[in-house]
């Protein structure tokens, strides 16, 4: 009997395969989909690199693996080309471009989409696509990106849909078998590496459960000595019930002492989420100020070399303003900070040093828990809330589940530890709760937004758009039978286009027959079509909103009833983002008139930037009138929109905001990065995010504008303003901003 292709797969693991991993590879072996939601560190992935194999191996076809952030991207781009050689392998991020044609692409997930609005021939001998961390579905900003795909990749591609624990998995399954067919739900609530919880008070590590014997245990009671510590500080609970401050009742638990107590306790190494950058570049400061040193001479000597090759051809003033000598100090101590305010290319190395187990301890912001591969023995979470950009507010279940889903290496540890750090504020039953709590739900975040309605009404009728976005996640959860009567409603028109079809090709009494199945299903979808309508919630009716704003600004025009993309409308197919409407309007309007290329990338950088508080005081602005009266148009073209929005009851945009516009027109005139960093105020990491997204945005805009060249609609000056665009992408793209472009 002939070997299947998961024996031979699993013959060649070095683990053997869990329950949960053969049941999707199987799946996945006869022709399925699958959505596996398990613990993070259970190996999921696993299930992936089965799609991958089974792609090349068995079937010589392509294969796409998408990953929500790009520092994933990049690390599951190395990785597969460890294992298939860097030949079968490319990477698209926006930023890079690297072998795009290979057979096995990593790529983010906007990437796809744009793909998959562009027809692109790439999808044609697709045989899988990878969806890592597919939970993000709902998150506010990017979860739409999700669901297009979700809906619009071509039927005979199959999905490996990869998702943390969550509590609607079967619900969210259920959708995507009704959007796609075929499609199994695997679960597993199992941990390979049982996860023990603890409590770091100011003079000793407690557990948080105790068994019979009194000793640590997974589940159980809470411990005696915390309900004793917690009942200590009654005066404080006394003091916010009337409404007081409280008065400090005990000692608070320094950094350095988290360090220690986690040095002590052997459980490093260990992460230690810090919600605020500040304080994670703090906390790397104190552990340095009172001596604390986890390596060993030969750790230090291996951390210097790695360490000091990344910074080998910097200048002694960008060393300076980039704060190496004092990176360089923690790294060799063991201890370092991992933020987004963070130089990609030190977080590189942070990431680099703490997989090879020569860092000990990182104080890191909550963006660590997003799937990049860091695994601890220990995390530690110094508070049980965070400030959210307006307030501070808990941290919910599912976000103490990811965080802590880091502590335990499968394969390297039988056990992992999650340690909260105590203070005044924690609450036992609170923190039993965030324990106790395995799972989160998925909440669509989908809705249609300009470029998505013009994309699509390009590719099909308004009905056809209509019925696709009732099959929506987000119309899904409103009403799961709106969401199977469209897909019902979507094959028999599919249907409907084959008896017209057989119509037209027969003669006679044949052609009679054919008639009279195309009336009867033809009056079938009308009534299904009115069904629909009834019981359609906000999707549709938000989606007639946009195309009415369309029609009115002259992006869609009426013929013979239907909605049509016009020419100003193509190049609003090319302008993706929040600001998607409001850049497209600029191009059309002359709004950029009379800047330079370092001009226009300041102005790209306003349209994308977005203040970390409200209270940002006036910008500065780069000098000349030209950016000065280029800015006032485009902040009367927004005021324009976002008086139309709230007249036809649409979401609005977040004003656009000049904070950053002196900083990147500097930069995109030549100025040194030290210069610039010391003007701006603002962190290398920070600088070099922005400085992305103004790249993303010149690309957009000068592929828009070449769109428009080819079309013939107002060419001569949007050809130059294509190559406008090109410069002053050239102009950001340099210095530490295109090293970073790997990272």
């Given at each position: 009997m002939s070997e299947t292709a998961l024996e031979f797969f699993a013959r060649h693991l070095e683990y053997p395969l869990d329950p949960f991993q053969v049941t999707a590879c199987e799946r996945l072996e006869e022709g399925r989909s699958v959505l596996v939601a398990a613990p993070t560190g259970s190996g999921k992935t696993t299930v992936a690199e089965f799609a991958v194999y089974l792609a090349r191996r068995e079937r010589d076809a392509r294969i796409f693996y998408t990953a929500?952030?790009?520092?994933?991207?990049?690390?599951?781009?190395?990785?597969?080309?460890?294992?298939?050689?860097?030949?079968?392998?490319?990477?698209?991020?926006?930023?890079?471009?690297?072998?795009?044609?290979?057979?096995?692409?990593?790529?983010?997930?906007?990437?796809?989409?744009?793909?998959?609005?562009?027809?692109?021939?790439?999808?044609?001998?697709?045989?899988?696509?990878?969806?890592?961390?597919?939970?993000?579905?709902?998150d506010r900003f990017r979860g739409a990106v999700w669901e297009e795909i979700i809906l619009h990749l071509p039927k005979h591609v199959r999905l490996v849909s990869l998702s943390a624990t969550v509590s609607n998995a079967e619900e969210f399954g259920d959708w995507m078998h009704a959007v796609r067919g075929d499609t199994d739900v695997i679960l597993s609530e199992h941990r390979p590496v049982p996860l023990y919880q603890h409590v770091l008070t100011p003079k000793e590590l407690l557990p948080l459960y105790v068994g019979r014997d009194g000793e640590l245990a997974a589940r159980g009671r809470i411990n005696p000595e915390l309900r004793m510590l917690e009942g200590g500080r009654g005066r404080g609970g006394r003091d916010r019930a009337r409404g007081r401050a409280?008065?400090?009742?005990?000692?608070?638990?320094?950094?350095?002492?988290?360090?220690?107590?986690?040095?002590?306790?052997?459980?490093?190494?260990?992460?230690?989420?810090?919600?605020?950058?500040?304080?994670?570049?703090?906390?790397?400061?104190?552990?340095?100020?009172?001596?604390?040193?986890?390596?060993?001479?030969?750790?230090?000597?291996?951390?210097?070399?790695?360490?000091?090759?990344?910074?080998?051809?910097?200048?002694?003033?960008?060393?300076?303003?980039?704060?190496?000598?004092?990176?360089?100090?923690?790294?060799?101590?063991?201890?370092?900070?991992?933020?987004?305010?963070?130089?990609?290319?030190?977080?590189?190395?942070?990431?680099?040093?703490?997989?090879?187990?020569?860092?000990?301890?990182?104080?890191?912001?909550?963006?660590?828990?997003?799937?990049?591969?860091?695994?601890?023995?220990?995390?530690?979470?110094?508070?049980?809330?965070?400030?959210?950009?307006?307030?501070?507010?808990?941290?919910?279940?599912?976000?103490?589940?990811?965080?802590?889903?880091?502590?335990?290496?499968?394969?390297?540890?039988?056990?992992?530890?999650?340690?909260?750090?105590?203070?005044?504020?924690?609450?036992?039953?609170?923190?039993?709760?965030?324990?106790?709590?395995?799972?989160?739900?998925?909440?669509?975040?989908?809705?249609?937004?300009?470029?998505?309605?013009?994309?699509?009404?390009?590719?099909?009728?308004?009905?056809?758009?209509?019925?696709?976005?009732?099959?929506?996640?987000?119309?899904?959860?409103?009403?799961?039978?709106?969401?199977?009567?469209?897909?019902?409603?979507?094959?028999?028109?599919?249907?409907?286009?084959?008896?017209?079809?057989?119509?037209?090709?027969?003669?006679?009494?044949?052609?009679?027959?054919?008639?009279?199945?195309?009336?009867?299903?033809?009056?079938?979808?009308?009534?299904?079509?009115?069904?629909?309508?009834?019981?359609?919630g906000t999707i549709a009716r938000t989606f007639d909103r946009v195309v009415e704003m369309l029609l009115e600004l002259g992006y869609l025009e009426r013929v013979s009833g239907e909605p049509q993309v016009t020419l100003p409308g193509e190049l609003l197919r090319r302008i993706y983002g929040d600001r998607d409407l409001l850049v497209a309007e600029c191009l059309r309007e002359d709004t950029f008139r009379g800047l330079d290329a370092a001009g226009l990338a300041a102005m790209c950088c306003v349209l994308s930037y977005e203040p970390r508080r409200d209270d940002e005081g006036s910008p500065r602005l780069p000098g000349g009138a030209a950016f000065a009266a280029a800015l006032d148009r485009v902040l009367d073209t927004w005021v324009r929109l976002d008086d139309l929005s709230e007249r036809l009851r649409l979401p609005r945009s977040e004003m656009p905001h000049a904070g950053l516009a002196a900083t990147m027109h500097s930069w995109a005139s030549g100025r040194p990065i030290e210069r610039v960093l010391e003007e701006s105020g603002i962190g290398a990491g920070d600088f070099v995010r922005w400085a992305k997204q103004t790249i993303d945005l010149l690309d957009q805009l000068a592929q828009a504008c070449e769109t428009a060249v080819r079309i013939g609609f107002d060419e001569d000056r949007l050809g130059e303003l294509a190559k406008l665009a090109r410069a002053a992408k050239r102009g950001v793209r340099r210095g530490i901003v295109e090293a970073s472009s790997s990272s």
């Open positions: 929500p952030i790009k520092a994933l991207s990049n690390q599951k781009f190395r990785e597969l080309c460890e294992e298939y050689g860097e030949e079968e392998v490319g990477l698209l991020t926006g930023d890079l471009n690297i072998r795009g044609d290979a057979p096995i692409v990593v790529m983010t997930t906007e990437v796809l989409r744009n793909m998959i609005y562009a027809e692109s021939h790439a999808l044609d001998d697709l045989a899988f696509v990878v969806l890592d961390e597919v939970h993000y579905l709902g409280p008065q400090r009742r005990t000692r608070r638990v320094s950094r350095a002492d988290i360090a220690r107590a986690l040095d002590e306790t052997e459980l490093l190494p260990a992460i230690v989420f810090i919600f605020s950058r500040n304080g994670c570049d703090q906390a790397v400061r104190q552990c340095l100020f009172e001596g604390i040193t986890l390596t060993t001479r030969e750790e230090r000597e291996e951390i210097r070399r790695i360490a000091r090759a990344e910074v080998r051809d910097m200048s002694e003033e960008e060393r300076r303003v980039l704060g190496v000598r004092e990176w360089l100090a923690g790294l060799e101590r063991g201890v370092a900070a991992h933020h987004a305010g963070l130089l990609p290319a030190f977080k590189s190395v942070v990431e680099r040093l703490f997989q090879r187990r020569l860092l000990k301890i990182v104080f890191a912001t909550e963006t660590l828990a997003l799937g990049i591969n860091m695994p601890a023995r220990a995390v530690a979470i110094e508070r049980l809330d965070k400030f959210n950009g307006e307030q501070r507010v808990p941290l919910t279940s599912g976000e103490y589940t990811q965080l802590t889903g880091r502590a335990g290496r499968r394969g390297i540890d039988v056990e992992g530890h999650a340690v909260v750090v105590w203070s005044d504020s924690v609450e036992l039953e609170e923190l039993a709760h965030l324990a106790g709590a395995r799972s989160f739900p998925v909440k669509s975040m989908f809705r249609p937004t300009p470029n998505m309605a013009v994309n699509l009404l390009q590719r099909m009728d308004e009905e056809r758009v209509r019925e696709m976005l009732e099959l929506s996640f987000a119309q899904f959860q409103a009403d799961r039978a709106v969401v199977e009567q469209a897909r019902e409603l979507r094959a028999a028109q599919d249907s409907l286009a084959g008896y017209d079809a057989a119509v037209q090709r027969a003669q006679g009494s044949d052609r009679k027959r054919w008639e009279d199945r195309a009336r009867k299903l033809r009056r079938k979808i009308e009534r299904g079509r009115r069904q629909v309508a009834a019981r359609t």
